[in-house]
């Protein structure tokens, strides 16, 4: 089951990106601790929003430089009184080569899309971004390497990143497209500009831990 890895890779207080099923809305959260089989981590607004039950199936993912590993298990407890939580009983591990030179960050980003083709602005939604590339939801067609693509980036910043970019990958759901693409061209102020945005949530992260030592691990049995 990977028993040694789940302890040696999710400890306490890793910042780990987690996943309801049925759902492809990836949370950011925290390890709050590890014990044999399980992970418990909070029991943040997104699960209720959701109407997270005992039962469900839950992925915890965690990525670095060199690999991505899926943690997937079943719900088994959810904690409401502080500090709340969701234990999950880790039933898979799924470790994957991770080949990106660049880190990749989870997201939701609002973006107007304009083949230049078509000369038509279309809206997505960024969920995976990096300074190579992107990933994007949209339920208009784009096609894969034919189309040379306008992109407008609207960050949570209230920054705006301008790029072209093309369709390397393109995956069919029932209400939207999923599509992969890499960047053809970025200026370089823009590309400062998106790395400034990464360090950010690199930010986001730190304060989670910060939070999580100093007012909520202390409470925990």
């Avoid at 469900?56 to 298990?73: A, H, R």
């Amino acid at each position: 089951m990977g028993k040694n890895l789940l302890c040696t890779v999710l400890k306490e207080g890793t910042v780990v990106n987690t996943k309801l099923s049925p759902g492809n809305i990836w949370h950011q959260n925290i390890v709050y601790k590890v014990e044999d089989n399980s992970v418990s981590v909070g029991l943040i607004t997104g699960y209720l929003e959701s109407i997270i039950m005992p039962g469900q199936t839950m992925t915890i993912k965690l990525s670095n430089k060199d690999v991505e590993f899926l943690f997937t298990g079943t719900i088994t407890k959810i904690q409401p009184q502080f500090p709340s939580y969701v234990t999950i009983n880790i039933k898979t591990v799924k470790d994957m080569k991770n080949s990106r030179i660049f880190p990749r960050y989870d997201v939701y980003i609002a973006a107007n899309i304009e083949s230049e083709n078509l000369n038509a602005k279309h809206f997505a939604i960024i969920h995976d971004i990096s300074l190579m590339g992107m990933a994007f939801y949209s339920k208009d067609e784009f096609s894969i390497n034919d189309d040379q693509l306008n992109l407008t980036i609207y960050l949570p910043n209230k920054k705006i990143i301008t790029a072209k970019g093309s369709i390397i990958r393109k995956i069919s759901n029932n209400s939207y497209i999923d599509y992969g693409v890499k960047y053809t061209d970025m200026k370089e102020e823009i590309n400062n500009s998106l790395y400034s945005f990464f360090t950010e949530l690199e930010d986001e992260k730190s304060k989670l831990k910060e939070v999580f030592f100093k007012s909520i691990k202390k409470h925990l049995a």
